[in-house]
């Protein structure tokens, strides 16, 4: 089902911002497009105007335009369904998480998929998170890095979230093959590491963090794991980073 267009990794596209990869709906200099022209836009035949439709809609906040960009979740056009789940999540709608759970599913666009699972992770919904651990296990890399993104947005979901999405963020930070989603792991466990008390999972995380820290091949995804630690502020944490980098181990 899945399409093989982000397995060749460019880090200046596939692992930017999503909303990056569309540019700018306007001009800087240009007025901020009116909702109500744009509204009638978004079931046009056109789908050019349905695409910079939904393109302005990553700019404005419109709940009016919600039904209309989870109809456009199944349009023909990539372009088109891409643009509308950066939109979703700009407007992030409780309406909205199914559709965008079940468009994740079965889409065969790698671009559309890190779309889909970026708009997950902004509209902090329970719902959100098996979809998107399942996005971090099996799917293509550029989408299993948004995934991680996403699944730090836990945080702002429930405590019982926060547990759930830990394990498989540590199981990605130790076991992807891909450095660059395993640093967006360790950035992710950093984040919700913060919002947990002193317990089980919580001391879990950081010695995964610290393994990272110590014994991960890459550079960065070790940069990465030493600052998730250094922001989560463990005691213990900070003093195996002193020991190690005093030893000189971290070279």
């Keep these: ?82 643009s509308a789940a950066y939109a979703l999540g700009r407007n992030p709608a409780a309406e909205a998480v199914e559709p965008l759970i079940a468009q994740l599913g079965q889409d065969w666009n790698g671009y559309v998929r890190k779309g889909l699972v970026w708009a997950l992770g902004n509209v902090h919904d329970a719902r959100t998170l098996e979809p998107l651990i399942n996005a971090l296990k099996t799917d293509i890399s550029a989408v299993r890095l948004w995934a ?24 990605a930070m130790r076991r992807d093959a891909v450095p660059a989603v395993r640093s967006n792991c360790a950035w992710a466990i950093g984040q919700l590491c913060r919002e947990l008390p002193s317990n089980v999972v919580y001391h879990t995380a950081v010695d995964a963090l610290i393994e990272t820290f110590a014994e991960d091949k890459d550079l960065g995804v070790r940069e990465d794991a030493r600052t998730a630690i250094l922001k989560i502020g463990d005691t213990r944490g900070l003093q195996v980073i002193e020991e190690i980098e005093r030893d000189g181990f971290f070279l």
Aim: aromatic share 4%; net charge negative.
């Design 1 to 82: 089902m899945y399409d093989d267009d982000l397995t060749t990794l460019n880090p200046d596209s596939e692992f930017a911002d999503p909303l990056d990869a569309l540019g700018p709906v306007e001009d800087s200099d240009t007025p901020q497009y009116d909702p109500e022209v744009m509204l009638p836009l978004l079931k046009a035949t056109d789908p050019q105007q349905r695409m910079l439709a939904a393109r302005a809609f990553c700019e404005l906040e419109e709940p009016r335009a919600v039904a209309e960009l989870i109809a456009l979740l199944a349009d023909r056009c990539p372009l088109v369904r891409v």
């Design 148 to 171: 991680a993104s996403a699944l730090a947005q836990m945080a702002q979901v429930s405590y019982e979230s926060v547990i759930a999405a830990i394990p498989p963020l540590i199981e």
